[in-house]
């Protein structure tokens, strides 16, 4: 089954960068929809940024749109590249994918990220942003 490792969080000055990887095994067709997550205490999982193995298409939530790329390496690493960082970019990142064989993004684009969309989950990487 397809497993899921997030790395690269870390505690950064606003106005700083990081590239968060996830790691990816198992992931051995071109119809899984990748997507990164974020979550802060008390507060529900926020989705930010997502993207179909199958044709490379992306979607990003208003909150990152601009600082966070979403990006694979074929079918082996999932990038988050966050330029930009700000106090309120402070959370846990979580890197998630579907089943096999759902493109979700239109569904994303209509209802917003919603976490039951995704199967497969990493631990987390935290970031820390520093004012």
């Known amino acids: 089954q397809p497993q899921l490792a997030e790395s690269g969080g870390g505690s950064v000055q606003a106005g700083g960068s990081l590239r968060l990887s996830c790691s990816m095994s198992g992931f051995v067709y071109n119809s899984y929809t990748m997507a990164w997550f974020r979550q802060t205490p008390g507060n529900e999982r926020e989705g930010i940024a997502s993207?179909?193995?199958?044709?490379?298409?992306s979607h990003y939530a208003d909150s990152v749109k601009g600082r966070f790329t979403i990006s694979l390496d074929g079918k082996r690493t999932l990038f988050l590249q966050i330029d930009s960082l700000e106090p309120d970019d402070t959370a846990m990142y979580y890197c998630?994918?579907?089943?096999?064989?759902?493109?979700?993004?239109?569904?994303?684009?209509?209802?917003?990220?919603?976490?039951?969309?995704?199967?497969?989950w990493g631990q987390g990487t935290q970031v820390t942003v520093s004012s």
């Open positions: 998630a994918s579907t089943f096999a064989g759902q493109n979700l993004i239109s569904s994303i684009q209509r209802k917003g990220f919603m976490s039951d969309f995704f199967k497969y």
């Open positions: 993207i179909y193995i199958g044709n490379g298409i």
